[in-house]
């Protein structure tokens, strides 16, 4: 598809947009806020990251186009409340991603990927101070709405930048006996806010654990959700078989085929 293509198709569905909010358009799409959209963004991005996961071609094709839809729905109701337009938008980011690329736009220098990175946050912090928005913290502006693990590497991310860090994995790995021991001192005293906040701290070193491996957390938790499941329905497959619904097999039935289940997939590898 050529850029001219492509502007089209872009042009459509901006038209498309202005149609769904006009004054005779959709009432459901009129009756949306930008605080409304926002839980539609989450879950958008969420099925474009399900459909990666799932190396689902035609999935992602039609995601990545409900979530650049979202997009432009965001921007229909900022112009629609007197605030920028998709347009404006589109010019910030373009601006935005010229400046912070001047080995490409404004030289010939190469650079590692590490370097490109190092740049870009070294030319997004000037430009916050240009503004007068210089950070307090060095962990000022991470996104509250961002998942849970994926935040807590960012914050380890950005504190090992100025030298807070664990030397080695296995310091991490002795961080993590630490905090598992005092889970079980938690659970001892039956306080259930003290076994919260030591899960939680027990959570957030293993987010930092996945990080000095250079693991991504999030992307490792999705595949063992995955993994579990379809060891689960397999589960489900064999007691059916063997005509035990699952609401009647014992917990020993029920391991006895996940460990099957797990024994077939050593011996197909």
Do not use: Y
């Not at 961080?175 to 076994?195: F, M, N, P, Q, S």
């Not at 589960?235 to 005509?243: D, H, K, N």
């Amino acid at each position: 598809m050529s850029h001219a293509e492509a502007g089209a198709a872009f042009a459509r569905v901006v038209e498309i947009m202005a149609r769904l909010r006009a004054p005779d358009g959709c009432p459901w799409d009129r009756g949306q806020s930008l605080k409304t959209l926002a839980r539609f963004v989450l879950e958008e991005a969420a099925e474009v990251v399900d459909a990666i996961e799932r190396e689902d071609a035609d999935g992602l094709r039609e995601e990545v186009g409900d979530l650049i839809f979202e997009g432009v729905f965001l921007a229909q109701v900022s112009k629609d409340e007197g605030g920028f337009d998709v347009t404006a938008a589109l010019e910030t980011v373009s601006t935005k991603l010229i400046r912070r690329h001047p080995h490409i736009f404004a030289s010939d220098a190469t650079l590692t990927p590490d370097q490109v990175k190092d740049q870009w946050d070294a030319i997004k912090a000037q430009e916050k101070a240009d503004a007068g928005r210089a950070p307090a913290s060095v962990l000022d502006g991470l996104p509250l709405a961002e998942p849970a693990l994926a935040r807590a590497r960012a914050i380890c991310s950005r504190v090992a930048k100025v030298g807070f860090d664990w030397p080695t994995a296995e310091a991490v790995l002795d961080k993590l006996d630490e905090e598992t021991r005092e889970v079980h001192a938690a659970i001892a005293t039956g306080d259930r806010d003290a076994i919260e906040d030591e899960i939680g701290d027990m959570l957030f070193v293993i987010a930092n654990l996945a990080r000095k491996l250079d693991v991504d957390a999030e992307s490792a938790l999705r595949r063992a959700n995955l993994k579990f499941i379809r060891r689960f329905g397999s589960v489900e497959r064999r007691l059916a078989t063997a005509g035990l619904p699952l609401e009647q097999a014992t917990l020993e039935e029920m391991e006895e085929a996940w460990q099957a289940t797990k024994r077939d997939e050593v011996d197909r590898r």
